[in-house]
Structure formats: structure tokens, C-alpha cells
């Protein structure tokens, strides 16, 4: 199982890494959340930060769900640092799905983290060139308000 994952995680071809980046749920599903956490984890990782800008949207856009498969612990020390390299990408679609999607792991990773880590990317964010960045961060501002509350937001 492994040496094919890492296979296609690694392919030289950009669309190969864009399925495995865009798919990788459905992998989970098939090799079960402890496999993934052990196997995929890192090659998520790599997808964020991936030289094709198509591959680092995919991993951007499954945040949400692949988060929930990760330690909280994992995400901030390995997934956080990637994503706050994402807030300056010179794709504005890239940061379009970023802001869309950084508020999801707000609930996973709590208060403290949240404050730390994913409210100086939002602020980032918010004062983004494009209108359509600053209107995705609002999509999920829901998860932000759960964790730190509207009065601390302020």
C-alpha cells in the first residue's frame, strides 16, 4: 500500500499529485484514518506547499475535512506553518480557497492555537488585494465565533 501512495503522492506529473490532493478523503476512507495519519499526513503536507499552484488549491480545499482526521497537535506543528505561507501565494485563487477554508480548523485546534496561529492569517487575509478573499473569509466565520467568541473578535 505505501510504496503506491508514495508513488503518486511524489509522481513528477502535477495533475497526478492535483488527484491524490483532491481525492485524499476518499483515501482516508479506503485505508482507514490511522493508515492515513501514519502515510498521508506528510504528503498532505507537501501539497500545500507543492511548486504547482492547481495542487496547493486541492490540499487548501480539503483542510476542512482532512483536519478532522489529524491530531490537533499534528495540524499546528506541521499543517499551520504551510498555510501561513499560503496567505502571501501569488495565485489569488490559492488564497481565495485558503480563506475559505482557515477558519474550519478553528474547532479542532481550539482557543489558544486559534488566537496564536489562524487570527494573524485571518488578519492577513482580510486585508487581501482581492474582494474575493476577504469575502471567503466570512464563508465560515461561524467556526472563528465558536472558538474565541464575537466579544474577543472585536
Same mark, same amino acid.
Given at each position: 500500500?505505501?510504496?503506491?501512495?508514495?508513488?503518486?503522492?511524489?509522481?513528477?506529473?502535477?495533475?497526478?499529485?492535483?488527484?491524490?490532493?483532491?481525492?485524499?478523503?476518499?483515501?482516508?476512507?479506503?485505508?482507514?484514518?490511522?493508515?492515513? =495519519?501514519?502515510?498521508?499526513?506528510?504528503?498532505?503536507?507537501?501539497?500545500?506547499?507543492?511548486?504547482?499552484?492547481?495542487? /496547493?488549491?486541492?490540499?487548501?480545499? =480539503?483542510?476542512?475535512?482532512? $483536519?478532522?482526521?489529524?491530531?490537533?497537535?499534528?495540524?499546528?506543528?506541521?499543517?499551520?506553518?504551510?498555510?501561513?505561507?499560503? *496567505?502571501?501565494?501569488?495565485?489569488?485563487?490559492? =488564497? *481565495?480557497?485558503?480563506?475559505?477554508?482557515?477558519?474550519?480548523?478553528?474547532?479542532?485546534?481550539?482557543? $489558544?492555537?486559534?488566537?496564536?496561529?489562524?487570527?494573524?492569517?485571518?488578519?492577513?487575509?482580510? /486585508?487581501?488585494?482581492?474582494?474575493?478573499?476577504?469575502?471567503?473569509?466570512?464563508?465560515?466565520?461561524?467556526?472563528?465565533?465558536?472558538?474565541? $467568541?464575537?466579544?474577543?473578535? *472585536?
Amino acid at each position: 500500500m505505501t510504496p503506491y501512495l508514495k508513488k503518486f503522492a511524489v509522481d513528477k506529473s502535477w495533475r497526478i499529485r492535483y488527484l491524490v490532493a483532491d481525492k485524499i478523503m476518499e483515501i482516508t476512507e479506503a485505508i482507514g484514518v490511522e493508515n492515513s =495519519r501514519e502515510h498521508l499526513s506528510s504528503y498532505y503536507c507537501q501539497f500545500l506547499e507543492d511548486s504547482e499552484s492547481e495542487v /496547493r488549491t486541492a490540499a487548501v480545499r =480539503r483542510l476542512q475535512d482532512y $483536519g478532522k482526521v489529524l491530531e490537533p497537535k499534528v495540524l499546528i506543528q506541521t499543517v499551520i506553518p504551510s498555510l501561513n505561507k499560503l *496567505q502571501t501565494d501569488q495565485f489569488t485563487y490559492v =488564497r *481565495q480557497a485558503l480563506a475559505e477554508n482557515i477558519l474550519s480548523i478553528c474547532p479542532i485546534i481550539e482557543k $489558544g492555537p486559534t488566537n496564536e496561529h489562524i487570527l494573524p492569517i485571518f488578519l492577513a487575509l482580510l /486585508r487581501d488585494e482581492s474582494s474575493d478573499v476577504r469575502l471567503n473569509l466570512f464563508k465560515r466565520l461561524e467556526a472563528l465565533n465558536q472558538v474565541i $467568541g464575537l466579544e474577543n473578535l *472585536q
